[in-house]
Nanobody, 121 residues
Framework: QVQLVESGGGLVQAGGSLKLSCAVSGGSFSTYAMGWFRHPPGQEREFVAGITWSSGTTYYEDSVKGRFTISRDNAKNTVYLQMNSLKPEDTAVYYC??????????????WGQGTQVTVSS
């Protein structure tokens, strides 16, 4: 059974930074593409960032390009999302997810339970 556990969320002022972590147990982490999604209040869940199993390719939603960085450590079965220059509109529940297809913009098979990020103005 594959389990994903996010951590690192919290309350931060606009312009600040947070680093989210997602620890994965079970399955074959080093073969999965990994992604971060977010669900802002009153909106649909959206893709934020994705990374291939080898870290060779990353993808970002336009509004976070240049501010967020996704990375992974296959030795630690962990994926990260470094978030800088945070804005109030980044407020959301953030989820990590794993794709057995290996394609970061494809279907995601496994999901974490989410961590709240709140950015105050």
């Amino acid at each position: 059974q594959v389990q994903l556990v996010e951590s690192g969320g919290g309350l931060v002022q606009a312009g600040g930074s947070l680093k989210l972590s997602c620890a994965v147990s079970g399955g074959s982490f080093s073969t999965y593409a990994m992604g971060w999604f977010r669900h802002p209040p009153g909106q649909e869940r959206e893709f934020v960032a994705g990374i291939t199993w080898s870290s060779g390719t990353t993808y970002y939603e336009d509004s976070v390009k240049g501010r967020f960085t996704i990375s992974r450590d296959n030795a630690k079965n962990t994926v990260y999302l470094q978030m800088n220059s945070l804005k109030p509109e980044d407020t959301a529940v953030y989820y990590c997810a794993a794709s057995a297809s290996g394609y970061p913009r494809g279907f995601y098979d496994y999901w974490g339970q989410g961590t709240q990020v709140t950015v105050s103005s």
